[in-house]
């Protein structure tokens, strides 16, 4: 009997490959393709434009390392706004905090949450809870509209292609700037350094004349690119790099990845990776 593969091409001479038991969803949207496939490894696997966006098996890392350093490095994180992030999974992570009171989502794309919700039903759960907010909206519009409004903001966007581009835009930065309350915190997803080195300098460029303290930290992803990933944290006031060490959370045993001694060991980067962020 044949085997089904699904290859995704990180550059044009490397990738990922991973065994297929089931394709469950196929579709286009009017932004993107969107495929849920079974795979033998990661459980469920979601494809937006054929890159892997999350699985079952590791998506706790991204979605643990997006939100809980802003969360834990802010004093006070009542309301938090997530651009992208149809899965869910950010969400999740945002909520399990007592101190936040209201979360927003705004996803440009409604059919990513639909199916989110169907197949990866313990990815997307949070959704659900009473203080939750879910837009299929367009990000740029909404910050506009609610300038000063969040005390956190986590942009969990794809790769920057396709609807994701503008999202790596120093106007999208400047609109992100102007959404934080005073003393807000913002994380942008940046990418794997190995692959995308030259954007995550140009990030940090982009970044470094609008905030006071920009910092990168780093998680190991194994289905992203690479299996390294960076998230660049920004904010006028709160510089994460020198946030002393979390006390346990009060959830921590609910969690897979993210602890005390992870959040302060993130900031310490390879040689390389610091020569990409230096001024």
Known sequence: ??????????????????????????????????????????????????????????????????????????????????????????????????????????????MVIDVCRKYFPAVACGLDDPRVDVQVADGFAHLD?????????LVDSTDPVGPAEVLFTVDFFRKVKAGLAPGGVAVFQSENPLYWGDLIAKMHRDLAPLFAHVGLYLASIPTYPGGLWSFSICSDVVDARKSPAPAPLPFQDQLKYFTPAVFKGAFALPQFVKKLVQP
């Open 145 to 153: 509209a609610h300038q000063g409004a969040y005390d956190v903001i």
């Open 1 to 110: 009997m044949a085997v089904d593969w699904y290859t995704e091409k990180h550059t044009p001479h490397a990738g990922i490959t991973l065994e297929i038991s089931r394709r469950l969803f196929d579709q286009k949207s009017p932004f993107q393709h969107i495929e849920v496939v079974e795979t033998v490894e990661y459980g469920n696997m979601l494809l937006l434009d054929g890159c892997v966006m999350i699985t079952d098996r590791d998506e706790f890392v991204y979605h643990e390392m997006i939100t809980h350093p802003a969360l834990v490095a802010h004093p006070n994180p009542q309301r938090v706004l997530v651009i992208g992030g149809g899965d869910g999974g950010t969400v999740r992570e945002v909520i399990r905090h007592a101190a936040v009171r209201q979360v927003t989502l705004v996803e440009i794309d409604g």
